[in-house]
């Protein structure tokens, strides 16, 4: 068999079961092999010995751009490649996808405390919530101050807003360019002291001259036009398993999950 005639779908349908398992170790051969009879049931076992080797490397350049992304991002990797033979070892506490099931089972209310809950961990100030009514899609706000993460001089006092969106969604569906692009209006209506988020605002927050950084906030997967159109606006745009990563490193994560999810 050709190893082209494999096609591309099947190649990433593998790469794709093989980064959502669960097992702690795991032999890229063997697991390649695996799968194409499972997806291929009718080939036969010379066929495999064809293509097994292409399957393979390009699974393993899947796997590899999955590992990167998730580098970009500032998560772990749920797994990594061993420095002998093409193995994979899980990386990733079995905990962070426990998280990431139970705020996605939990509701908006709680989701958007849940985001208030980290900005604080984070060391921003002054968060709230807003009531959901026709805010203009700004869920939460808060200040940060510099200080305390700069030791010299020249940038003493600086001090910048956040305004953020919460978005939660318990079915499987992606945030898209879309959902950014909405919020990203509202971001700018906001920092020309127009919509209605100015008004659901606290009057100390909106005085303030400081920069306002936005914040999209979201359990579920994002498109890659989604982090496209974050960059281009200048939003920062973060998903569940970044979430989940900030979260268990949270003080009584057990309580704070028990209480919320």
């Not at 208030?116 to 706000?141: A, P």
Request: aromatic content about 8%; some cysteine.
């Amino acid at each position: 068999m050709n190893p082209k005639a494999i096609d591309t779908k099947i190649i990433r349908e593998i790469a794709n079961e093989i980064w959502s398992s669960t097992e702690p170790v795991i032999d890229l051969e063997t697991s390649c092999e695996t799968l194409l009879k499972k997806h291929l049931p009718d080939i036969s076992n010379r066929e495999i010995c064809e293509v097994s080797e292409d399957v393979e490397r390009k699974v393993t350049s899947h796997l590899r751009r999955q590992i990167a992304l998730c580098r970009e991002k500032g998560i772990t990797p749920r797994y990594e490649f061993g420095e002998v033979g093409n193995v994979l070892y899980r990386a990733r506490l079995i905990q962070v996808d426990e998280i990431k099931s139970k705020i996605k089972n939990t509701n908006w209310k709680n989701f958007e405390d849940l985001c208030k809950h980290l900005l604080e961990i984070n060391g921003v100030e002054g968060v709230g919530t807003i009531k959901r009514s026709k805010e203009g899609g700004i869920d939460f706000y808060g200040l940060l101050r510099m200080d305390k993460f700069i030791e010299r001089i020249l940038l003493k006092g600086l001090e910048v807003r956040i305004i953020g969106q919460a978005r939660h969604w318990s079915a499987n569906r992606k945030v898209g360019e879309a959902e950014i692009k909405l919020f990203a209006k509202q971001y700018y209506d906001f920092r020309s002291g127009k919509g209605r988020g100015q008004k659901a605002v606290p009057e100390w927050f909106r005085k303030l001259k400081s920069p306002i950084v936005g914040i999209f906030v979201t359990n579920a997967e994002c498109t890659e036009g989604a982090y496209t159109a974050a960059k281009e606006e200048g939003i920062i745009l973060k998903n569940g398993d970044q979430i989940a990563e900030d979260l268990i490193h949270t003080p009584e994560l057990d309580k704070w999950l028990s209480a919320k999810c």
